[in-house]
């Protein structure tokens, strides 16, 4: 009997990878075909891809001014929130926070919830050192913690101050959702929940709490709810003047 | 003209060691303080996700800054050709080193993330003006480096002039580089502008000359060696220019600025209701850093003692550190604004000015910088031929009469 | 001169000696990972042989991690919170270990080789219905969270704490 060298163990696994991928391959060929014709059902190993761009649109007009929902959806579902026990108020993680605004002349009082925009252009992508501030294909902005070595650009980058520091040791994480000390963090849109065919934490709570303020859906799609209502009734960015091209739109401001 | 002798110092005087005893402790304390701040996280510090850049940032960045300028002294003898700054080149490019890796220490201990450093070394986005310093500031090491070995070694004395131009360029590339970090930032009302890059560029100059003469008169004194006033009157003549030259780029900077309507509200902060970053912009920057100096050097009795010229390098130094702070913190302390001519309110403090407490930690890290660039200096003048034995003005000035 | 026989003694002496650690360690050589759930114990094997797993764990993890991370690729062969399913499994006291504990499955090892993982300063080190269980019993803020701290506290002294040393 031959002994066994680490070598041939190598080769072994090499043949079986190259055996794997080629049925992944053509796997992920299949339901592709399939996806464009029917509704989204991304296969757990396809890759995102640019033929989506995800986005939400915000209608201020029905977003209920003490409401709370799309904020604590999105605690209860990513895990931030009260998981900082050492850290000041404002050093505390913000993925989403309500913004009352009010007309300087008219004094109309608006309520709407702010979190990353998700832009096209995104400021923190272009000035992240490493790279750990990234945009998916499918126009998801998240940050890539394993390669984040906290230096904050992004932060002073991001026009909407969209963006967090973990100021502290962070336990009893969501499995779905790592974060943790020194790294950067934002909303990611709920990928993980995207890429199972899901919508965001906060837009469902929304719904359930029947104000349905916010719409969540593809806006390379045509046919998408989203993209129905932003061509009948327009959808705007904040700060549009830097030309950045948001994913997440609103009505009524 | 005689070749100017360079040689190490002695450096056994109790007064030497306890010099580098005391810089010594400064050092550990700034370690001390960081692993306090690494420890548990940064919850510790002033800084938070609204003010994210605080005191280490304003240390690490002047560092840096004046990192560059302490090269200027070598670039004028080697690309301007001036042999009287000939003799103080050595130590210029050994200062510049020194305070860079000064300056890279604070910014690097202060990262979310000081452990992967590896990581900012191995991945690279390119879009990044942060990517690029990285490249520029190890890209100093080695330029000045050479440099350094081009004046230190005779014989490679003939590649000196190359390499002098070499890092001359390198520096205005790598102050363009920092200075750009703020300039472009486009979403932040006080740093979007241009003017930032060549605005880093002559502060440059003044705080690292400022440094510069401060460690020369220092080390001079020290060790008792002749430091003649030509050269003296030669670099704070000198230092005044560029003082003037800071204070032409504030003034520009600002009232551009105020030509706009759109920034009205972030230069009303800055100028008259900022509080803190007023009375730093006011008393620091302009009468400290710019005011009380130039009165100094241009007095035509007061301006020849060494001392007082030393306290108005001094004030050059708390000068630049405060306008640090009003550009890093003041920039941030200003609100983003999200919706023109609302106002806003949440429970991320949207539209109100920010605070920012700094706390000892970040401070002593901050001036732990200063130290081991200091340290760096006086180890290396002792084990090098850094510092010509005499600068008496027959020694560096062949038609200099009495 | 040593004779022949004292110098067998002190070989003996000197053998016996090298041979201390090993004896008082008799029955626990090396790494003691705890077995995993039924998913993978002998009948199933882990996602890829035991022998290459231990060697290569970590490449496919760090394969997977940027597939994941950056394509959205979500299968569950390779996958952290998969292997902590599985591998993560409670104590003689029912408890489930945290990172660093040597009853930890990723801690045995890592422990032993002195090799320092920074993956679960983000990821759950728990399986999902103890992380859940967690949840629930913290209420989200752990009021005794400097007791479970990752860097946690010895037994004896955890025993101390809670018992008030009482035995």
Not at chain 2, 15 to 40: K, P, V
Request: charged share 20%; aromatic share 10%; hydrophobic share 40%.
């Amino acid at each position: 009997m031959s002994p066994k060298t680490p070598e041939s163990t190598t080769d072994q696994y090499r043949r079986k990878f190259l055996k794997q991928s080629a049925a992944v391959g053509g796997l992920m060929v299949a339901p592709g075909v399939i996806l464009n014709q029917v509704a989204h059902a991304k296969p757990d190993a396809e890759k995102v891809s640019n033929k989506n761009r995800w986005g939400i649109l915000v209608d201020t007009n029905k977003c209920s001014k003490g409401c709370n929902d799309c904020v604590t959806a999105c605690q209860e579902e990513n895990g931030w929130g009260k998981s900082e026990t050492k850290s000041r108020p404002d050093q505390q993680a913000q993925w989403i926070r309500k913004v009352t605004i009010t007309d300087k002349q008219t004094g109309h009082v608006q309520s709407l919830p702010l979190m990353c925009q998700h832009c096209e252009n995104p400021p923190c992508v272009d000035v992240c050192p490493t790279g750990a501030s990234m945009k998916r294909e499918d126009g998801i902005v998240l940050v890539d913690r394993h390669i984040c070595i906290g230096c904050r650009y992004c932060m002073m980058a991001c026009p909407y101050k969209a963006r967090s520091f973990i100021h502290e040791h962070l336990q009893y994480q969501k499995v779905n959702a790592p974060r943790g000390i020194g790294t950067v963090e934002s909303c990611n849109m709920c990928a993980p929940r995207v890429d199972r065919d899901r919508e965001p934490a906060c837009v469902e709570a929304c719904s359930k709490a029947e104000h349905g303020a916010l719409l969540f859906g593809d806006l390379k799609d045509p046919e998408s709810a989203i993209s129905v209502e932003l061509k009948k009734h327009g959808g705007k960015q904040i700060r549009a003047d830097l030309g950045l091209n948001t994913g997440v739109r609103y009505q009524g401001i | 003209m005689k070749k100017p002798v360079f040689t190490q110092i002695k450096g056994n005087s109790s007064g030497y060691w306890m010099l580098l005893a005391l810089l010594g402790g400064f050092i550990l304390t700034a370690l001390g303080a960081t692993y306090y701040m690494e420890h548990g996280g940064h919850y510790v510090t002033g800084m938070s996700n609204n003010i994210v850049w605080g005191m280490p940032h304003v240390f690490a960045v002047f560092l840096i800054v004046a990192a560059s300028g302490a090269l200027n002294v070598a670039s004028i003898s080697s690309v301007f050709a001036k042999t009287a700054y000939k003799p103080l080149a050595p130590l210029s490019t050994l200062l510049a080193v020194a305070l860079l890796a000064g300056g890279l220490m604070v910014l690097v201990l202060d990262l979310g993330r000081p452990d992967r450093l590896i990581v900012a070394m191995t991945k690279y986005n390119f879009k990044s003006i942060f990517a690029w310093n990285i490249i520029l500031y190890n890209g100093f090491f080695v330029v000045v480096g050479i440099y350094m070995w081009t004046m230190l070694q005779r014989s490679m004395n003939k590649y000196s002039k190359v390499a002098g131009f070499s890092a001359f360029i390198w520096r205005l590339i790598l102050t363009t580089g920092t200075g750009s970090i703020f300039g472009f930032l486009v979403a932040r009302q006080a740093y979007d502008a241009a003017i930032m890059a060549p605005m880093f560029i002559v502060m440059s100059f003044s705080y690292g000359l400022a440094i510069y003469m401060l460690v020369l008169m220092a080390s001079y004194k020290w060790t008792n060696r002749p430091l003649g006033d030509a050269t003296f009157k030669r670099l704070k003549n000198l230092l005044g220019v560029f003082i003037a030259g800071v204070f032409y780029f504030i003034v520009v900077k600002h009232l551009t600025n105020l030509y706009a309507t759109e920034h009205h509200g972030v230069e009303a902060f800055i100028l008259r209701d900022g509080g803190i970053y007023t009375q730093m912009f006011w008393y620091g920057v302009m009468l400290i850093g710019t005011v009380i100096p130039l009165a100094i050097i241009y007095h035509p009795t007061v301006g020849m003692s060494r001392s007082a010229v030393g306290v108005a390098s001094l004030f050059v130094i708390l000068g630049g550190l405060a306008l640090m702070y009003v550009i890093i913190i003041g920039g941030q302390a200003y609100p983003l604004v999200l919706f023109p001519g609302k106002e806003v309110s949440s429970t991320f403090f949207d539209g109100m000015v920010n605070n920012y407490a700094p706390t000892l930690a970040e401070t002593l890290l901050g001036i732990g910088g200063f130290a081991v660039a200091l340290f760096i200096v006086a180890f290396a003048v002792k084990v090098l031929r850094f510092l010509p034995e005499s600068l008496a003005d027959e020694a560096v000035d062949p038609h200099h009469s009495k | 001169m040593m004779s022949y026989g004292q110098f067998a003694k002190h070989l003996l002496v000197l053998a016996g000696l090298f041979a201390l650690p090993v004896l008082s360690n008799a029955g626990e050589l090396g790494p003691q990972p705890p077995k995993a759930k039924e998913k993978a114990s002998a009948k199933t094997e882990c996602v890829r042989p035991v022998k290459e797993m231990r060697k290569n764990h970590m490449k496919l993890l760090l394969h997977k991690r940027d597939e994941t991370m950056r394509e959205g690729v979500r299968t569950k062969e390779i996958s952290l919170s998969e292997c902590i399913e599985c591998h993560v499994t409670p104590k003689k006291d029912g408890e489930y270990p945290r990172i660093g504990e040597d009853e930890h499955f990723c801690s045995s090892c890592h422990n032993y080789a002195a090799v320092n993982i920074d993956c679960f300063d983000c990821h759950s080190d728990l399986p999902k219905d103890a992380s859940a269980h967690m949840h629930t019993l913290n209420g989200n803020n752990p009021h005794h969270k400097d007791l479970a701290s990752k860097d946690s506290l010895k037994k004896e002294t955890l025993d101390v704490l809670i018992e008030g040393g009482k035995k």
